[in-house]
């Protein structure tokens, strides 16, 4: 492995870790203090499999296997629709596994399609019979029912419970930021969804010692920014944990669509929604405040793979049209 | 606390692992479609399929009496057996088949409480994708219990001015006509709204978070203390298609003890789709 010249025997090797980080980039038009407070969006669609969760997907299967759960032929089995999925497909392809992805009826055509791209096993179940409460048992427990009822054939990583998630960013993620900002770091902007990332940065800060304010943003209540989970969807998982978040942010979801174009246009960062939403989050703690210091994004995945999410939100992207959409400007200042 | 009115309806998922083998226990799975009792299902346990096997699927009826009395001869039930039914979405399409086994006269039939939900998150219980080997039987009906199931002739009554509680227990959304179904949903209908005079009490409000059923108290609550049901007075329950009202009706009439309780399994399905019937919004 040669990361001076970046040429490798394998693409497991890219994966991200402190000697191979995660690009950080400095934010210029849309940095709203760029003086006083540095804001870096750091950018987990470079790693290998185009997203943030690589680093669960390497760490879950890493747990499975050194505990003996995923012998060789044993399969893989997860609820998931999107990125996870993607990573975890990828991830047990090379080391020999089949990977069977759950995932409810209602995911876009293009996620299946990639799932099916990474080499998973696709098994699509009913997951809103009705509307909440008293949803249908879902993808989680179809999974489960694989693991627990077929032991011999499927392993559960389960990125909603397992440690091995929250671990990941620990000894990943956490070093390359504090590596990369010179331990300057002074706030920390993410989104939750299992919330291993922001469970295991903010344990691996406050572990070091470091003063890092920890801002969690999320889509008011009824979006559709994939990968999220708003205050009211965090139970389940069980990997939240409240007293480690300083604060958490409820946007509206809509600009999530809009920020993630600007970021394109202004900044060159092919951001998705999540990451354009964790932007806006950071955008208005820095109005607020005015802090001094420094600031990380973390910005789980690209737009690629959102452009019919983006057409529906910004319609005239469809049509070749500029979107109208207030707050969009082509030289946003 | 009181009591449920019929509390040996209701079996929890430690008395069944208990009774697994015990003979003439027998375990069905009743799902919306049995594809999560093909990955791992109670062991023993036998799996219907609501939209195939519990109901007539050329004319829209439920199960006529030879076909009931085939499919429990095919699942190696007999009369005399204890049948323990459970599955998912919080047991709908159990408390569906119920109803059904109880509309044909069979003397025990239970729930479990919490569904096949509960017993795959405990790790105690265990799960199997092995087939269940069955013995079949030469199930014979020997009463039907007709007055456990309303007809939209009973409902026409009703508007007429029969005196009757009328429960509907879909989301307040479809109540309110704001949608006529959930979304993606096959079965549906031409209008939205509820039948005239009906009481929206969601189906959910009868249980807890882990879709067990609340306690008899705060059911008493629910349901007859903050007036939605008159319990001196007959009850029909609906829905959309009949699952979820059988849930309610199961709560009403066995763990309330109300005399007089009928599924209307037409539903809004039928009901929603005739002309010239009144519609409230």
Same mark, same amino acid.
């Given at each position: 492995m040669d990361h001076d010249r970046r040429?490798?025997?394998?693409?497991?090797?890219?994966?991200?870790?402190?000697?191979n980080p995660s690009p950080m980039v400095r934010l210029g038009r849309?940095?709203?203090?760029?003086?006083a407070f540095p804001l870096f969006a750091k950018?987990?669609?470079?790693n290998p499999f185009g997203s943030v969760k690589d680093r669960a997907a390497f760490a879950l299967l890493k747990d499975l296997e050194n505990s003996g759960r995923?012998?060789?032929g044993r399969a893989v089995v997860e609820p998931t629709s999107g990125n996870t999925g993607i990573s975890l497909a990828a991830v047990s392809g090379l080391g020999g596994h089949a990977m069977r992805a759950v995932v409810p009826?209602?995911?876009?055509n293009e996620k299946k399609i990639l799932l099916k791209i990474a080499g998973a096993e696709l098994e699509v179940v009913s997951?809103?019979?009705?509307?909440? !409460?008293?949803?249908? &048992?879902g993808s989680i427990n179809l999974a489960k029912t694989y693991a627990k009822a077929q032991p011999e054939r499927y392993a559960m990583p389960n990125q909603y419970e397992n440690d091995a998630n929250v671990r990941a960013h620990m000894e990943t993620t956490g070093p390359e930021i504090w590596r990369q900002t010179e331990g300057r770091l002074t706030h920390l902007f993410l989104s939750l969804g299992t919330c291993g990332t922001a469970t295991g940065l903010a344990r691996f800060f406050r572990e070091k010692g470091a003063n890092v304010t920890v801002v969690a943003v999320q889509p008011s209540a009824?979006?559709?920014?994939?990968g999220l989970r708003n205050i009211a969807q965090l139970?389940?998982?069980?990997?939240?944990? !409240?007293?480690?978040? &300083?604060e958490i942010l409820e946007i509206d979801y809509e600009l999530a669509y809009v920020r993630a174009l600007e970021l394109s246009r202004?900044?060159?960062?092919?951001?998705g929604p999540s990451s354009g939403l964790i932007y806006e989050g950071a955008r208005r703690v820095i109005e607020r405040d005015q802090p001094t210091g420094l600031g990380v994004m973390?910005?789980?995945?690209?737009v690629f793979k959102y452009t019919s999410s983006m057409a529906r939100h910004l319609p005239e992207l469809a049509e070749g049209l500029e979107p109208t959409a207030a707050g969009v400007a082509a030289n946003n200042s | 606390m009181s009591e449920y009115?019929?509390?040996?309806v209701l079996v929890s998922t430690d008395w069944v692992k208990e009774n697994l083998?015990?003979?003439g226990v027998k375990i069905v799975e009743v799902d919306v479609d049995t594809h999560a009792y093909g990955a791992g299902h109670i062991p023993g346990a036998v799996g219907f399929n609501?939209?195939?096997?519990?109901?007539?699927?050329?004319?829209?009826?439920?199960?006529?009496r030879p076909q009931f009395e085939e499919l429990l001869s095919k699942a190696g039930i007999s009369p005399q057996d204890t049948v323990v039914l459970y599955g998912d979405n919080n047991n709908w399409f159990a408390a569906y088949g119920f109803w059904l086994f109880k509309l044909y006269g069979h003397e025990d039939v239970r729930l479990m409480n919490g569904g096949r939900v509960k017993w795959l998150n405990e790790d105690d219980k265990p799960l199997t994708a092995e087939p269940t080997e069955i013995s079949p039987t030469e199930y014979s009906v020997?009463?039907?219990?007709?007055?456990?199931r309303a007809r939209l002739e009973d409902i026409k009554a009703i508007l007429e001015g029969d005196n009757e509680n009328l429960v509907d227990v879909r989301s307040p959304d479809e109540f309110t006509g704001k949608?006529?179904?959930?979304?993606?949903?096959?079965?549906?209908?031409?209008r939205a709204g509820h039948i005239p005079g009906a009481t929206n009490v969601p189906w959910?409000?009868?249980?807890d978070a882990d879709g067990t059923f609340k306690s008899a108290d705060e059911l008493r609550r629910i349901y007859l203390e903050e007036g939605?049901?008159?319990?001196?007075q007959p009850t029909v329950a609906y829905c959309r298609i009949g699952e979820r009202s059988s849930h309610t009706w199961f709560v009403l009439k066995y763990?309330?003890?109300?005399?007089n309780v009928r599924n209307y399994d037409g539903s809004w399905t039928e009901y929603g789709n005739l002309i010239g019937m009144p519609i409230e919004r």
């Open positions: 040429v490798y025997d394998s693409i497991m090797e890219l994966l991200p870790n402190e000697a849309m940095s709203p203090s760029p003086e950018l987990e669609w470079m995923l012998p060789p009826n209602k995911i876009p997951d809103e019979l009705c509307p909440s !409460p008293g949803m249908g &048992d009824g979006h559709d920014v994939p139970d389940v998982t069980k990997l939240f944990d !409240p007293d480690l978040i &300083d202004n900044e060159g960062l092919f951001a973390i910005f789980p995945d690209n | 009115a019929q509390p040996g083998t015990r003979p609501w939209q195939s096997q519990l109901q007539d699927t050329v004319r829209r009826d439920i199960l006529s020997s009463s039907e219990h007709l007055e456990l949608i006529i179904a959930p979304a993606g949903m096959t079965e549906t209908a031409q959910s409000t009868a249980v939605a049901v008159e319990p001196d763990l309330l003890g109300l005399e």
